[in-house]
Protein backbone atom coordinates (compact mmCIF):
# COMPACT_ATOMS: atom_id res chain seq x y z
CA UNK A 1 0.00 0.00 0.00
CA UNK A 2 1.10 3.39 -1.19
CA UNK A 3 -0.64 6.85 -0.30
CA UNK A 4 0.08 9.95 -1.28
CA UNK A 5 0.62 13.34 0.61
CA UNK A 6 -0.88 15.36 2.01
CA UNK A 7 -3.96 13.30 2.59
CA UNK A 8 -4.82 11.57 -0.86
CA UNK A 9 -3.46 8.30 -1.79
CA UNK A 10 -3.81 5.38 -4.08
CA UNK A 11 -3.32 1.61 -3.76
CA UNK A 12 -1.43 -0.67 -6.40
CA UNK A 13 -4.67 -2.71 -7.91
CA UNK A 14 -1.78 -4.51 -9.62
CA UNK A 15 -1.34 -2.29 -13.24
CA UNK A 16 1.72 -0.90 -13.71
CA UNK A 17 2.87 2.25 -12.25
CA UNK A 18 3.00 4.00 -15.69
CA UNK A 19 -0.50 3.14 -16.71
CA UNK A 20 -1.66 4.00 -13.17
CA UNK A 21 -0.06 7.29 -12.58
CA UNK A 22 -1.48 7.74 -15.95
CA UNK A 23 -4.61 7.45 -14.51
CA UNK A 24 -4.30 9.12 -11.02
CA UNK A 25 -2.81 11.71 -13.03
CA UNK A 26 -6.32 12.54 -14.82
CA UNK A 27 -7.64 13.94 -11.49
CA UNK A 28 -6.57 17.58 -10.66
CA UNK A 29 -4.94 17.46 -6.81
CA UNK A 30 -6.03 20.87 -6.09
CA UNK A 31 -9.96 19.59 -7.48
CA UNK A 32 -12.65 21.28 -4.86
CA UNK A 33 -14.27 17.90 -6.12
CA UNK A 34 -13.80 14.84 -4.76
CA UNK A 35 -12.14 11.98 -6.90
CA UNK A 36 -12.16 8.30 -6.52
CA UNK A 37 -11.35 5.18 -7.93
CA UNK A 38 -12.98 1.54 -6.64
CA UNK A 39 -12.22 -1.78 -7.76
CA UNK A 40 -13.87 -4.20 -8.75
CA UNK A 41 -14.91 -5.13 -5.13
CA UNK A 42 -15.68 -1.63 -4.74
CA UNK A 43 -12.66 -0.79 -2.42
CA UNK A 44 -11.05 2.08 -2.69
CA UNK A 45 -7.88 2.36 -5.10
CA UNK A 46 -7.44 6.11 -4.93
CA UNK A 47 -8.89 9.06 -3.16
CA UNK A 48 -7.97 12.41 -3.27
CA UNK A 49 -8.16 15.59 -0.23
CA UNK A 50 -11.21 16.78 -1.29
CA UNK A 51 -12.90 13.29 -0.97
CA UNK A 52 -11.38 12.49 2.51
CA UNK A 53 -12.51 16.09 3.79
CA UNK A 54 -16.04 14.84 2.05
CA UNK A 55 -15.97 12.15 4.16
CA UNK A 56 -14.60 13.08 6.87
CA UNK A 57 -11.98 10.29 7.04
CA UNK A 58 -8.26 9.73 6.05
CA UNK A 59 -7.24 8.69 2.85
CA UNK A 60 -5.15 5.74 5.08
CA UNK A 61 -9.11 4.74 6.19
CA UNK A 62 -9.94 4.62 2.75
CA UNK A 63 -7.91 2.44 0.93
CA UNK A 64 -8.73 -1.03 0.34
CA UNK A 65 -11.75 -1.05 2.14
CA UNK A 66 -14.97 -1.00 0.94
CA UNK A 67 -16.88 2.08 0.19
CA UNK A 68 -20.22 0.73 2.66
CA UNK A 69 -17.49 0.08 4.87
CA UNK A 70 -16.11 3.82 5.16
CA UNK A 71 -19.41 5.23 4.76
CA UNK A 72 -22.00 2.94 5.97
CA UNK A 73 -24.54 5.56 4.37
CA UNK A 74 -23.48 4.67 1.08
CA UNK A 75 -24.83 0.93 1.15
CA UNK A 76 -28.17 2.00 -0.39
CA UNK A 77 -26.24 3.08 -3.59
CA UNK A 78 -24.28 -0.40 -3.91
CA UNK A 79 -26.09 -2.27 -6.35
CA UNK A 80 -26.34 1.30 -8.31
CA UNK A 81 -22.52 1.27 -8.62
CA UNK A 82 -22.17 -2.54 -9.31
CA UNK A 83 -24.79 -1.92 -12.18
CA UNK A 84 -22.35 0.44 -13.14
CA UNK A 85 -19.40 -2.69 -13.23
CA UNK A 86 -22.41 -4.33 -15.03
CA UNK A 87 -23.20 -2.76 -18.34
CA UNK A 88 -21.16 0.33 -17.96
CA UNK A 89 -23.67 2.99 -18.22
CA UNK A 90 -22.58 6.45 -16.35
CA UNK A 91 -24.99 6.68 -13.18
CA UNK A 92 -25.33 9.92 -10.63
CA UNK A 93 -26.87 9.73 -7.23
CA UNK A 94 -27.05 11.99 -4.94
CA UNK A 95 -26.00 11.34 -0.89
CA UNK A 96 -26.50 13.06 2.18
CA UNK A 97 -23.64 13.02 4.83
CA UNK A 98 -21.28 14.32 7.24
CA UNK A 99 -24.15 15.65 8.72
CA UNK A 100 -27.05 14.08 10.59
CA UNK A 101 -28.82 16.91 11.39
CA UNK A 102 -32.95 16.71 11.24
CA UNK A 103 -32.99 20.37 9.48
CA UNK A 104 -33.25 20.35 5.61
CA UNK A 105 -31.93 23.63 5.96
CA UNK A 106 -28.72 22.97 7.13
CA UNK A 107 -28.38 19.53 5.71
CA UNK A 108 -25.76 18.72 2.85
CA UNK A 109 -25.76 16.85 -0.43
CA UNK A 110 -23.58 15.64 -2.69
CA UNK A 111 -23.94 14.48 -6.20
CA UNK A 112 -22.00 11.58 -7.73
CA UNK A 113 -21.11 10.80 -10.97
CA UNK A 114 -19.60 6.99 -11.56
CA UNK A 115 -18.38 6.01 -14.87
CA UNK A 116 -16.93 2.21 -15.38
CA UNK A 117 -12.78 1.68 -15.95
CA UNK A 118 -12.10 -0.54 -18.45
CA UNK A 119 -7.98 -1.18 -19.07
CA UNK A 120 -6.99 -3.60 -21.95
CA UNK A 121 -10.34 -4.82 -22.72
CA UNK A 122 -10.76 -5.58 -18.79
CA UNK A 123 -13.23 -3.91 -16.46
CA UNK A 124 -10.58 -2.50 -13.49
CA UNK A 125 -13.28 -0.77 -11.18
CA UNK A 126 -15.19 2.38 -11.38
CA UNK A 127 -13.94 6.15 -11.59
CA UNK A 128 -15.85 8.64 -9.63
CA UNK A 129 -16.58 12.16 -8.98
CA UNK A 130 -18.53 13.63 -6.15
CA UNK A 131 -19.53 17.47 -5.70
CA UNK A 132 -21.32 19.32 -3.16
CA UNK A 133 -24.76 20.58 -4.42
CA UNK A 134 -26.11 21.52 -1.52
CA UNK A 135 -27.92 25.10 -1.94
CA UNK A 136 -29.79 23.51 -5.09
CA UNK A 137 -31.25 20.31 -4.12
CA UNK A 138 -32.48 22.09 -1.49
CA UNK A 139 -34.24 24.49 -3.30
CA UNK A 140 -35.18 21.19 -5.66
CA UNK A 141 -36.23 19.86 -2.22
CA UNK A 142 -38.14 22.89 -1.18
CA UNK A 143 -39.56 23.20 -4.98
CA UNK A 144 -41.08 19.09 -4.55
CA UNK A 145 -42.55 20.14 -1.10
CA UNK A 146 -44.47 23.11 -2.37
CA UNK A 147 -45.34 20.74 -5.48
CA UNK A 148 -46.95 18.66 -2.95
CA UNK A 149 -48.50 21.04 -0.92
CA UNK A 150 -49.76 22.69 -4.53
CA UNK A 151 -50.98 19.16 -5.43
CA UNK A 152 -52.98 18.81 -2.55
CA UNK A 153 -54.59 22.15 -2.98
CA UNK A 154 -55.79 21.58 -6.10
CA UNK A 155 -57.49 18.23 -5.22
CA UNK A 156 -59.32 20.02 -2.15
CA UNK A 157 -60.35 22.65 -4.66
CA UNK A 158 -61.74 20.07 -6.76
CA UNK A 159 -63.23 18.21 -4.26
CA UNK A 160 -64.88 22.12 -2.69
CA UNK A 161 -65.45 23.94 -6.17
CA UNK A 162 -68.74 22.89 -8.06
CA UNK A 163 -70.56 20.20 -5.88
CA UNK A 164 -73.42 21.46 -7.52
CA UNK A 165 -74.43 23.06 -10.86
CA UNK A 166 -75.91 26.52 -9.28
CA UNK A 167 -74.49 29.05 -10.64
CA UNK A 168 -74.10 31.23 -7.01
CA UNK A 169 -73.11 28.25 -5.10
CA UNK A 170 -70.24 27.54 -7.39
CA UNK A 171 -68.77 31.23 -6.97
CA UNK A 172 -69.53 31.25 -3.43
CA UNK A 173 -67.07 27.74 -3.23
CA UNK A 174 -64.44 29.15 -5.26
CA UNK A 175 -64.43 32.72 -2.71
CA UNK A 176 -64.81 31.13 0.36
CA UNK A 177 -61.54 28.09 -1.04
CA UNK A 178 -59.47 31.39 -1.55
CA UNK A 179 -59.33 32.69 1.73
CA UNK A 180 -57.10 31.96 3.57
CA UNK A 181 -56.13 29.57 1.09
CA UNK A 182 -54.46 32.12 -1.39
CA UNK A 183 -55.79 35.18 -0.15
CA UNK A 184 -57.00 37.54 2.98
CA UNK A 185 -60.42 38.58 0.74
CA UNK A 186 -61.75 37.33 -2.80
CA UNK A 187 -64.28 37.98 -4.99
CA UNK A 188 -65.65 36.47 -7.65
CA UNK A 189 -66.85 38.94 -11.20
CA UNK A 190 -68.80 37.94 -13.75
CA UNK A 191 -69.83 39.32 -17.17
CA UNK A 192 -73.76 39.56 -16.89
CA UNK A 193 -75.52 38.54 -19.83
CA UNK A 194 -77.85 41.47 -19.07
CA UNK A 195 -75.72 44.29 -19.58
CA UNK A 196 -75.48 46.08 -22.74
CA UNK A 197 -72.67 46.84 -24.26
CA UNK A 198 -71.29 48.63 -27.30
CA UNK A 199 -68.87 46.84 -30.16
CA UNK A 200 -67.78 43.90 -30.85
CA UNK A 201 -66.61 40.70 -29.28
CA UNK A 202 -63.01 41.05 -27.99
CA UNK A 203 -60.52 38.33 -27.60
CA UNK A 204 -61.50 34.56 -26.40
CA UNK A 205 -65.82 36.32 -26.48
CA UNK A 206 -65.01 38.92 -23.92
CA UNK A 207 -67.27 42.42 -24.66
CA UNK A 208 -65.87 45.39 -25.42
CA UNK A 209 -67.62 48.45 -24.26
CA UNK A 210 -67.43 51.59 -26.69
CA UNK A 211 -63.77 53.96 -25.97
CA UNK A 212 -64.49 55.65 -23.06
CA UNK A 213 -67.25 53.59 -21.62
CA UNK A 214 -66.84 51.10 -18.51
CA UNK A 215 -67.13 47.74 -18.63
CA UNK A 216 -69.53 46.01 -16.41
CA UNK A 217 -68.80 42.99 -14.10
CA UNK A 218 -71.65 41.57 -11.83
CA UNK A 219 -69.95 40.68 -8.15
CA UNK A 220 -71.24 37.24 -7.70
CA UNK A 221 -69.86 36.17 -4.64
CA UNK A 222 -67.38 37.58 -1.89
CA UNK A 223 -64.96 36.24 1.24
CA UNK A 224 -62.76 37.27 3.49
CA UNK A 225 -61.11 36.99 6.40
CA UNK A 226 -62.74 37.50 9.99
CA UNK A 227 -61.67 41.17 11.14
CA UNK A 228 -61.67 42.36 7.61
CA UNK A 229 -65.08 44.75 8.07
CA UNK A 230 -63.26 47.95 7.11
CA UNK A 231 -62.47 46.06 4.03
CA UNK A 232 -65.50 44.64 3.05
CA UNK A 233 -67.52 48.09 3.72
CA UNK A 234 -65.23 49.50 1.24
CA UNK A 235 -66.07 47.20 -1.67
CA UNK A 236 -69.41 46.17 -3.24
CA UNK A 237 -71.26 43.16 -1.92
CA UNK A 238 -72.47 40.30 -3.97
CA UNK A 239 -74.76 41.01 -6.19
CA UNK A 240 -74.30 44.64 -7.95
CA UNK A 241 -72.48 45.52 -10.94
CA UNK A 242 -69.11 47.57 -11.00
CA UNK A 243 -67.64 49.34 -13.34
CA UNK A 244 -64.12 49.09 -14.43
CA UNK A 245 -62.67 51.77 -16.16
CA UNK A 246 -60.18 51.24 -19.29
CA UNK A 247 -56.86 50.52 -18.27
CA UNK A 248 -57.94 48.80 -14.64
CA UNK A 249 -57.11 45.34 -13.49
CA UNK A 250 -60.62 44.00 -14.27
CA UNK A 251 -60.59 45.27 -18.01
CA UNK A 252 -56.63 44.40 -18.48
CA UNK A 253 -56.84 40.90 -17.22
CA UNK A 254 -59.98 40.66 -19.63
CA UNK A 255 -58.35 41.81 -22.73
CA UNK A 256 -55.22 39.99 -22.09
CA UNK A 257 -56.62 36.84 -20.72
CA UNK A 258 -53.90 37.02 -18.29
CA UNK A 259 -53.45 37.19 -14.84
CA UNK A 260 -52.69 41.24 -13.15
CA UNK A 261 -51.14 41.85 -10.12
CA UNK A 262 -51.18 45.33 -8.33
CA UNK A 263 -49.34 47.29 -5.98
CA UNK A 264 -51.89 49.40 -4.16
CA UNK A 265 -49.25 51.33 -2.58
CA UNK A 266 -47.20 52.53 -5.29
CA UNK A 267 -49.67 52.31 -8.27
CA UNK A 268 -50.29 55.94 -9.25
CA UNK A 269 -54.53 56.90 -8.80
CA UNK A 270 -56.79 56.52 -11.73
CA UNK A 271 -59.61 58.94 -12.26
CA UNK A 272 -63.40 57.30 -11.47
CA UNK A 273 -64.87 54.85 -8.98
CA UNK A 274 -61.87 52.51 -8.83
CA UNK A 275 -59.47 55.78 -7.25
CA UNK A 276 -61.96 55.81 -4.68
CA UNK A 277 -61.80 51.77 -4.32
CA UNK A 278 -58.48 51.75 -4.34
CA UNK A 279 -58.11 54.69 -1.41
CA UNK A 280 -60.51 52.34 0.43
CA UNK A 281 -58.38 49.43 0.00
CA UNK A 282 -55.15 51.53 1.29
CA UNK A 283 -56.89 52.71 4.36
CA UNK A 284 -57.90 49.41 5.02
CA UNK A 285 -54.50 48.09 5.04
CA UNK A 286 -54.74 46.31 1.98
CA UNK A 287 -51.24 46.30 -0.09
CA UNK A 288 -52.07 43.51 -2.89
CA UNK A 289 -53.90 42.77 -5.76
CA UNK A 290 -54.11 39.78 -8.35
CA UNK A 291 -57.08 39.16 -10.85
CA UNK A 292 -57.23 35.71 -12.88
CA UNK A 293 -59.66 35.82 -15.60
CA UNK A 294 -62.00 32.16 -15.50
CA UNK A 295 -62.09 30.87 -18.73
CA UNK A 296 -63.63 27.30 -20.24
CA UNK A 297 -63.93 26.14 -23.53
CA UNK A 298 -62.46 29.08 -24.72
CA UNK A 299 -64.81 31.66 -22.67
CA UNK A 300 -64.07 34.20 -20.47
CA UNK A 301 -66.89 34.04 -17.87
CA UNK A 302 -64.65 36.69 -15.39
CA UNK A 303 -62.74 37.48 -13.13
CA UNK A 304 -61.26 36.24 -9.98
CA UNK A 305 -60.24 38.76 -7.19
CA UNK A 306 -57.76 38.36 -4.45
CA UNK A 307 -55.92 40.80 -1.81
CA UNK A 308 -53.78 40.60 0.82
CA UNK A 309 -53.77 42.93 3.76
CA UNK A 310 -51.61 43.87 6.72
CA UNK A 311 -48.70 41.26 7.13
CA UNK A 312 -49.51 38.85 4.86
CA UNK A 313 -47.17 39.08 1.94
CA UNK A 314 -47.31 40.40 -1.80
CA UNK A 315 -48.44 37.91 -4.16
CA UNK A 316 -45.67 35.69 -5.99
CA UNK A 317 -45.09 34.30 -9.32
CA UNK A 318 -45.69 31.03 -7.72
CA UNK A 319 -48.62 32.52 -6.06
CA UNK A 320 -49.76 33.17 -9.33
CA UNK A 321 -49.57 29.79 -11.04
CA UNK A 322 -51.21 28.30 -7.91
CA UNK A 323 -54.37 31.02 -8.68
CA UNK A 324 -54.36 30.73 -12.43
CA UNK A 325 -54.78 26.73 -12.26
CA UNK A 326 -57.00 26.86 -9.33
CA UNK A 327 -59.25 29.22 -11.62
CA UNK A 328 -59.18 27.27 -14.49
CA UNK A 329 -60.70 24.51 -12.64
CA UNK A 330 -63.15 26.71 -10.90
CA UNK A 331 -63.98 27.75 -14.31
CA UNK A 332 -64.99 23.96 -15.36
CA UNK A 333 -67.26 24.10 -12.89
CA UNK A 334 -68.47 27.58 -13.09
CA UNK A 335 -68.83 26.87 -16.88
CA UNK A 336 -71.39 23.64 -16.51
CA UNK A 337 -73.16 25.57 -14.09
CA UNK A 338 -74.03 28.31 -17.08
CA UNK A 339 -74.48 26.16 -19.41
CA UNK A 340 -76.98 24.21 -17.04
CA UNK A 341 -78.79 27.19 -16.13
CA UNK A 342 -79.17 28.63 -19.95
CA UNK A 343 -80.45 24.86 -20.68
CA UNK A 344 -82.99 25.09 -17.86
CA UNK A 345 -83.81 28.30 -18.39
CA UNK A 346 -84.67 28.03 -22.43
CA UNK A 347 -86.68 24.32 -20.77
CA UNK A 348 -89.15 26.04 -18.54
CA UNK A 349 -89.95 28.82 -21.06
CA UNK A 350 -90.60 25.75 -23.49
CA UNK A 351 -92.08 23.76 -21.18
CA UNK A 352 -93.80 26.76 -19.88
CA UNK A 353 -95.48 27.70 -23.39
CA UNK A 354 -96.69 24.62 -23.41
CA UNK A 355 -98.58 23.69 -20.42
CA UNK A 356 -100.56 26.65 -19.87
CA UNK A 357 -104.31 26.84 -19.24
CA UNK A 358 -106.32 24.51 -21.49
CA UNK A 359 -107.72 26.21 -24.88
CA UNK A 360 -110.67 25.95 -26.70
CA UNK A 361 -112.50 25.05 -23.29
CA UNK A 362 -116.06 23.26 -23.63
CA UNK A 363 -119.24 24.21 -21.88
CA UNK A 364 -119.83 21.11 -20.62
CA UNK A 365 -117.01 19.97 -19.06
CA UNK A 366 -114.48 22.00 -16.17
CA UNK A 367 -110.55 21.60 -16.39
CA UNK A 368 -107.71 22.94 -14.16
CA UNK A 369 -104.40 22.35 -14.15
CA UNK A 370 -101.16 23.05 -11.90
CA UNK A 371 -97.55 22.21 -12.60
CA UNK A 372 -94.77 21.97 -10.35
CA UNK A 373 -91.10 21.88 -10.60
CA UNK A 374 -89.40 19.62 -8.46
CA UNK A 375 -86.62 20.76 -5.96
CA UNK A 376 -84.12 23.67 -5.09
CA UNK A 377 -82.22 23.20 -8.59
CA UNK A 378 -85.56 23.40 -10.51
CA UNK A 379 -84.70 20.40 -13.09
CA UNK A 380 -87.27 20.71 -15.43
CA UNK A 381 -88.38 17.54 -16.46
CA UNK A 382 -91.00 15.99 -19.40
CA UNK A 383 -93.97 16.19 -17.57
CA UNK A 384 -96.46 17.40 -19.84
CA UNK A 385 -100.49 17.58 -20.27
CA UNK A 386 -103.19 18.55 -23.19
CA UNK A 387 -106.82 18.69 -23.60
CA UNK A 388 -108.12 18.99 -27.26
CA UNK A 389 -111.61 19.17 -28.50
CA UNK A 390 -112.72 16.41 -30.43
CA UNK A 391 -115.44 16.08 -32.64
CA UNK A 392 -119.00 15.03 -31.65
CA UNK A 393 -118.78 17.22 -28.65
CA UNK A 394 -115.92 14.91 -27.14
CA UNK A 395 -112.59 16.09 -25.15
CA UNK A 396 -109.12 14.57 -25.28
CA UNK A 397 -107.34 14.96 -21.94
CA UNK A 398 -103.82 13.76 -21.78
CA UNK A 399 -101.42 13.65 -19.17
CA UNK A 400 -97.78 12.26 -19.98
CA UNK A 401 -94.17 12.11 -18.50
CA UNK A 402 -90.99 11.70 -20.87
CA UNK A 403 -88.14 10.23 -19.03
CA UNK A 404 -85.23 12.11 -17.79
CA UNK A 405 -84.74 15.67 -16.94
CA UNK A 406 -83.57 19.11 -18.72
CA UNK A 407 -83.80 20.55 -22.45
CA UNK A 408 -84.07 17.41 -24.08
CA UNK A 409 -86.82 15.99 -21.80
CA UNK A 410 -88.49 19.03 -22.71
CA UNK A 411 -87.85 18.68 -26.14
CA UNK A 412 -88.91 15.28 -26.63
CA UNK A 413 -92.30 16.43 -24.49
CA UNK A 414 -93.37 18.78 -27.34
CA UNK A 415 -93.09 16.39 -29.44
CA UNK A 416 -95.22 13.63 -28.02
CA UNK A 417 -97.64 16.45 -27.24
CA UNK A 418 -97.50 17.68 -31.25
CA UNK A 419 -98.22 13.89 -32.39
CA UNK A 420 -100.87 13.62 -29.24
CA UNK A 421 -102.71 16.16 -31.45
CA UNK A 422 -102.04 14.65 -35.11
CA UNK A 423 -103.22 11.52 -33.62
CA UNK A 424 -106.28 12.35 -32.13
CA UNK A 425 -107.71 14.26 -35.53
CA UNK A 426 -108.12 11.10 -36.47
CA UNK A 427 -111.12 10.06 -34.18
CA UNK A 428 -109.70 6.86 -32.88
CA UNK A 429 -110.23 5.32 -29.42
CA UNK A 430 -107.64 5.90 -26.58
CA UNK A 431 -105.95 2.61 -26.98
CA UNK A 432 -105.91 2.71 -31.33
CA UNK A 433 -104.32 6.20 -30.61
CA UNK A 434 -101.95 4.70 -28.07
CA UNK A 435 -100.99 2.13 -30.47
CA UNK A 436 -100.63 4.48 -33.38
CA UNK A 437 -98.32 6.55 -31.26
CA UNK A 438 -96.31 3.50 -30.23
CA UNK A 439 -95.71 2.71 -34.01
CA UNK A 440 -94.71 6.47 -35.09
CA UNK A 441 -92.16 6.92 -32.13
CA UNK A 442 -90.72 3.63 -32.94
CA UNK A 443 -90.16 4.68 -36.34
CA UNK A 444 -89.25 7.91 -35.68
CA UNK A 445 -86.14 6.51 -33.44
CA UNK A 446 -86.86 8.79 -30.21
CA UNK A 447 -84.23 8.07 -27.89
CA UNK A 448 -86.81 8.93 -24.70
CA UNK A 449 -90.14 6.26 -24.08
CA UNK A 450 -92.55 8.31 -22.20
CA UNK A 451 -95.71 7.00 -20.27
CA UNK A 452 -99.05 8.59 -21.47
CA UNK A 453 -102.64 8.48 -20.16
CA UNK A 454 -105.73 9.51 -22.76
CA UNK A 455 -109.14 9.95 -21.25
CA UNK A 456 -111.59 10.81 -23.85
CA UNK A 457 -115.00 11.95 -22.45
CA UNK A 458 -118.60 12.33 -24.13
CA UNK A 459 -120.64 14.23 -22.18
CA UNK A 460 -123.56 13.17 -24.28
CA UNK A 461 -122.93 9.73 -23.22
CA UNK A 462 -121.90 10.44 -19.89
CA UNK A 463 -119.25 8.36 -20.04
CA UNK A 464 -115.22 8.01 -20.47
CA UNK A 465 -113.03 5.80 -21.92
CA UNK A 466 -109.73 5.70 -20.82
CA UNK A 467 -106.44 3.75 -21.94
CA UNK A 468 -102.69 3.85 -20.26
CA UNK A 469 -99.26 3.18 -21.50
CA UNK A 470 -97.31 2.16 -18.62
CA UNK A 471 -98.89 5.61 -16.68
CA UNK A 472 -100.26 5.47 -12.99
CA UNK A 473 -103.75 5.06 -12.74
CA UNK A 474 -106.57 7.99 -12.62
CA UNK A 475 -108.04 8.89 -9.21
CA UNK A 476 -111.75 9.96 -8.56
CA UNK A 477 -112.63 12.37 -6.15
CA UNK A 478 -115.75 11.83 -4.35
CA UNK A 479 -118.03 13.12 -1.76
CA UNK A 480 -116.97 9.72 0.05
CA UNK A 481 -112.74 10.20 -0.30
CA UNK A 482 -110.55 9.12 -3.39
CA UNK A 483 -110.21 6.29 -5.15
CA UNK A 484 -108.19 4.88 -8.06
CA UNK A 485 -109.61 3.33 -11.45
CA UNK A 486 -108.73 -0.27 -12.26
CA UNK A 487 -107.17 0.91 -16.20
CA UNK A 488 -105.25 -1.72 -17.83
CA UNK A 489 -102.01 -0.54 -18.19
CA UNK A 490 -99.85 -1.00 -21.62
CA UNK A 491 -96.10 -0.49 -22.40
CA UNK A 492 -94.82 3.05 -22.24
CA UNK A 493 -94.86 4.72 -25.54
CA UNK A 494 -91.45 4.34 -27.77
CA UNK A 495 -91.02 0.95 -26.86
CA UNK A 496 -92.48 -0.95 -29.79
CA UNK A 497 -94.19 -3.34 -27.92
CA UNK A 498 -97.93 -2.10 -28.33
CA UNK A 499 -100.90 -3.88 -26.41
CA UNK A 500 -103.26 -1.53 -24.97
CA UNK A 501 -106.76 -1.62 -23.95
CA UNK A 502 -109.46 0.98 -23.26
CA UNK A 503 -111.83 0.85 -21.10
CA UNK A 504 -114.90 2.64 -20.45
CA UNK A 505 -116.11 4.26 -17.10
CA UNK A 506 -119.46 6.22 -16.43
CA UNK A 507 -118.99 10.34 -16.11
CA UNK A 508 -121.94 12.04 -14.37
CA UNK A 509 -121.77 15.72 -12.71
CA UNK A 510 -119.83 16.18 -9.45
CA UNK A 511 -117.24 13.90 -9.24
CA UNK A 512 -113.92 15.11 -10.18
CA UNK A 513 -111.32 13.00 -12.62
CA UNK A 514 -107.63 13.67 -11.08
CA UNK A 515 -104.65 12.82 -13.63
CA UNK A 516 -101.29 13.42 -12.40
CA UNK A 517 -97.68 12.20 -12.71
CA UNK A 518 -95.90 9.99 -10.90
CA UNK A 519 -94.23 13.09 -8.92
CA UNK A 520 -97.08 13.84 -7.10
CA UNK A 521 -96.66 10.19 -5.32
CA UNK A 522 -93.73 8.53 -5.99
CA UNK A 523 -90.60 9.23 -3.43
CA UNK A 524 -87.58 6.97 -3.55
CA UNK A 525 -87.35 3.76 -1.66
CA UNK A 526 -91.11 3.60 -1.05
CA UNK A 527 -93.51 0.98 -2.80
CA UNK A 528 -95.54 2.54 -5.07
CA UNK A 529 -98.57 0.73 -3.21
CA UNK A 530 -97.50 3.09 -0.19
CA UNK A 531 -97.21 5.95 -2.43
CA UNK A 532 -100.56 5.46 -3.71
CA UNK A 533 -102.17 5.15 -0.74
CA UNK A 534 -101.04 8.47 0.54
CA UNK A 535 -103.35 9.94 -2.29
CA UNK A 536 -106.53 8.35 -1.57
CA UNK A 537 -105.79 8.88 2.45
CA UNK A 538 -106.07 12.51 1.68
CA UNK A 539 -108.07 14.61 4.00
CA UNK A 540 -111.28 15.64 2.69
CA UNK A 541 -111.31 17.74 0.18
CA UNK A 542 -112.76 21.26 0.82
CA UNK A 543 -115.97 21.88 -0.02
CA UNK A 544 -116.84 23.86 -3.30
CA UNK A 545 -116.69 24.39 -7.01
CA UNK A 546 -113.59 25.38 -7.66
CA UNK A 547 -111.32 23.00 -8.79
CA UNK A 548 -108.14 25.09 -8.63
CA UNK A 549 -108.73 24.93 -4.71
CA UNK A 550 -108.70 21.02 -5.21
CA UNK A 551 -105.01 20.42 -6.75
CA UNK A 552 -104.01 23.31 -4.66
CA UNK A 553 -105.18 21.14 -1.84
CA UNK A 554 -103.73 18.09 -3.27
CA UNK A 555 -100.43 19.81 -3.65
CA UNK A 556 -100.11 21.03 -0.66
CA UNK A 557 -100.17 17.32 0.85
CA UNK A 558 -98.20 15.72 -1.77
CA UNK A 559 -96.23 18.25 -3.01
CA UNK A 560 -93.48 18.89 0.13
CA UNK A 561 -90.96 16.30 -0.77
CA UNK A 562 -91.60 15.64 -3.97
CA UNK A 563 -88.12 14.33 -6.00
CA UNK A 564 -89.69 14.96 -9.26
CA UNK A 565 -91.27 17.22 -11.55
CA UNK A 566 -95.47 17.28 -10.62
CA UNK A 567 -98.44 17.85 -13.04
CA UNK A 568 -102.15 17.31 -12.39
CA UNK A 569 -105.28 17.57 -14.19
CA UNK A 570 -108.94 17.82 -12.71
CA UNK A 571 -111.61 17.45 -14.26
CA UNK A 572 -115.87 16.97 -13.80
CA UNK A 573 -118.80 17.18 -15.96
CA UNK A 574 -121.42 20.09 -15.88
CA UNK A 575 -125.03 19.58 -15.33
CA UNK A 576 -126.53 20.18 -18.70
CA UNK A 577 -128.56 23.16 -19.03
Same mark, same amino acid.
Given at each position: ?35 ? =? ?15 ? =? ?10 ? &? ?28 ? +??? *? ?46 ? @? ?7 ? %? /? ?17 ? %? ?98 ? /? ?13 ? +? ?60 ? +? ?11 ? @? ?8 ? +? ?31 ? /? %? ?17 ? /?????? &? ?10 ? @? ?14 ? *?? &? ?34 ? *??? *? ?73
Amino acid at each position: MTTRPPASGHLDAGADDGEFARVAGEFAASSSAGLL =ILDRELRYLHVNEALTQ =INGVSAADHLGR &QASDVMPLLAKDEPVLRAVLADGRTRELIS +SRG *THDADMDSRRYWLGVYDRWEADGEVRGIVGVVVEVSPAYRRSLNDDRD @DQLRLGLFD %A /ARERIGTTLDRETTCAELA %AFAVPLLADWAAVDLLPEYVSFEGGQGRAGVPEPARGTPLLLRREAVAGVPGLRRVNEALNGAGTVLEHEPGSAGVRVLEQVRAVREDYRTMAARPGAAA /ARIAAYRAAGAHSGM +SVPLVARGRTLGVLTLMRVGRSPGFTDRDEVTAREIATRAAVSLDHALHYEHEHAVALELQE +SLLGEPRDPRPDI @DIATRYLPAG +SELMVGGDWFDVVALPGGRTLKVMGDVMGHGLK /A %AVAMSHYRMLVRAVAAAGL /APHEML &QRLDDMVAAAGF @DRVATCLLEVVDPGAR *TA &QIASAGHLPPALVEPGGIRLLDVPVGPPLGTGAGGY *TST *TVPRVPGPVMLLYTDGLVERRGEDIDASLRRLTELPPVPDGDDLGVLLDHVLDHLGPGAQDDIAVMASRLLPRG
